[in-house]
């Protein structure tokens, strides 16, 4: 914990670990990170090589 955080800091940080806890909801919450890839970006991506794929496809054949 930073040095700057004064006791009642400590105490309330304290606390929310453990709601988190009893609710399970502190599976690795030092480990998670956020997704870079989400699943709208992903279509978007698709679709563009599928388009560029057609594109090429149609020039050549």
Known sequence: MPESLSDRDRR???QTRDMAQEAKL???L???VPPRWRGSTVIVVLLI???L???LASILF
């Open 12 to 14: 309330i940080d304290g």
């Open 26 to 28: 502190d599976s690795d």
């Open 30 to 32: 030092e480990s998670m």
């Open 49 to 51: 090589v599928a388009t």
């Open 53 to 55: 794929v057609a594109m």
